[in-house]
T-cell receptor, first 112, second 112 residues
């Protein structure tokens, strides 16, 4: 099945550093979502984007919906140890079924 | 508000055995999804229900997987017989009126 290309695949950073990850697709999406998944848990929604060009913040997190509707990025500022986890982008396909297509994930490790 | 409940959390079976997973969505959510998440990948949609009807089961391996949502609330996903490649986390998600899907903690299946 189709999956979005997410990069980087993994990141190992020091506490306090900023982080940036992005997601690209060959298809157009009308909604982009960013989820975080902790070990042994299901994905939890971080940010939702609904319009091309939209820039949205949630605390230390900032995400943008690309103008072409085929990409999105997520930034985390001043990382802390609890930011550790796997971050997934997800795009909504057009149409009535409201199907989510997930990215391949970015593993983030933060060293105190 | 209670989240999406799934059980069991873990299941270990031998190949060719059968297994069933249960999901109770967020109260009032009409749409329910089952995803398969293989280690190192993003979740992949298996089946989507709207109330008690199937909206999309195009990615469900119907020769061995089945799912039902008889009363439009709880849902079960069954695998019979299981194969080694079915080892994964099975996530249930539900959605209300908006675009956001809320995920349960998942059931981790190991097929030996």
């Amino acid at each position: 099945g189709q999956q979005l290309n997410q990069s980087p695949q993994s990141m190992f950073i020091q506490e306090g550093e900023d982080v940036s990850m992005n997601c690209t697709s060959s298809s157009i999406f009308n909604t982009w979502l960013w989820y975080k998944q902790d070990p042994g848990e299901g994905p939890v929604l971080l940010i939702a984007l609904y319009k091309a060009g939209e820039l949205t913040s949630n605390g230390r997190l900032t995400a943008q919906f690309g103008i072409t509707r085929k990409d999105s990025f997520l930034n985390i500022s001043a990382s802390i140890p609890s930011d550790v986890g796997i971050y997934f982008c997800a795009g909504h396909t057009r149409g009535a079924t409201n199907k989510l297509i997930f990215g391949t994930g970015t593993l983030l490790a933060v060293q105190p | 508000e209670a989240g999406v409940a799934q059980s069991p959390r873990y299941k270990i079976i031998e190949k060719r055995q059968s297994v069933a997973f249960w999901c109770n969505p967020i109260s009032g959510h009409a749409t329910l999804y089952w995803y398969q998440q293989i280690l190192g990948q993003g979740p992949k949609l298996l089946i989507q229900f709207q109330n008690n009807g199937v909206v999309d089961d195009s990615q469900l391996p119907k020769d061995r997987f089945s799912a039902e949502r008889l009363k439009g609330v709880d849902s079960t996903l069954k695998i019979q017989p299981a194969k080694l490649e079915d080892s994964a986390v099975y996530l249930c998600a539900s959605r209300g009126q908006g675009h956001i899907q809320y995920f349960g903690a998942g059931t981790r299946l190991s097929v030996l």
